[in-house]
């Protein structure tokens, strides 16, 4: 099955930093979410996309829906250390039920 | 506050061991779903159902099966457990539809089963 390339794999910051991560396809999403799973615990929604170009914000959080479709971006500023999880990004075409999941970005935060 | 619960978050069995993993959902949601979990590879499905009695496979189903009974309850089934199952499996459910609207989009995850087959 397809699977989202994301990237960094990892990222190893300091507290305060901002923090940017993507996600690529090679085919085209109608929706884009974001999610963080906290160590331990299952993942939670983030942020949802639903147009080409669009940009929401969740607090720290900024997520963009690529131009062609293929991609996704997450910003985080001014890292605090609860934002230390992993982040996946998850894509959906109309019709179909199922999430495609990215292969997840890990942020550590250094003290 | 919605819910989906797993039976164990820590379990450990045997090579070629029957091994069920449970969970519950108390949203009445229509879809559920299995994932495993592995490094560098992100979630993957396994098998998910829309409806009682009603499953389907997902991308990677080999060596698995599913069986949904009631509407709260997906069951995920290891016929012989092997070393490569040894993984986090996480479940999921969210509501039926296609709408394209972020409450219809959501799955809900439990937190998770760590599985070690020895």
């Known amino acids: 099955g397809q699977q989202l390339n994301q990237s960094p794999q990892s990222m190893f910051i300091q507290e305060g930093e901002d923090v940017s991560m993507n996600c690529t396809s090679s085919?085209?999403?109608?929706?884009w979410l974001w999610y963080k799973q906290d160590p331990g615990e299952g993942p939670v929604l983030l942020i949802a996309?639903?147009?080409?170009?669009e940009l929401t914000s969740n607090g720290r959080l900024t997520a963009q829906f690529g131009i062609t479709r293929k991609d996704s971006f997450l910003n985080i500023s001014a890292s605090i250390p609860s934002d230390v999880g992993i982040y996946f990004c998850?894509?959906?075409?109309?019709?179909?039920?199922?999430?495609?999941f990215g292969t997840g970005t890990r942020l550590t935060i250094i003290p | 506050d919605v819910k989906v619960t797993q039976s164990s978050r820590y379990l450990v069995k045997r090579t070629g061991e029957k091994v069920f993993l449970e969970c519950v959902q108390d949203?009445?949601?229509?879809?559920m779903f299995w994932y495993r979990q592995d490094p560098g590879l992100g979630l993957r499905l396994i098998y998910f159902?829309?409806?009682?009695?009603?499953?389907e496979k997902g991308d990677i189903p080999e060596g698995y099966s599913v069986s949904r009974e009631k509407k709260e309850r997906f069951s995920l089934i290891l016929e012989s457990a092997s070393t490569n199952q040894t993984s986090m499996y996480l479940c999921?459910?969210?509501?039926?539809?296609?709408?394209?609207?972020?409450?219809?989009?959501?799955?809900?995850f439990g937190p998770g089963t760590r599985l070690t087959v020895l």
């Open positions: 159902s829309y409806d009682v009695k009603m499953k």
């Open positions: 999921a459910s969210s509501v039926a539809g296609t709408s394209g609207r972020a409450p219809d989009l959501e799955q809900f």
């Open positions: 998850a894509g959906l075409t109309f019709g179909n039920e199922k999430l495609t």
């Open positions: 949203m009445d949601h229509e879809n």
């Open positions: 996309l639903y147009k080409a170009g």
């Open positions: 085919s085209i999403f109608n929706t």
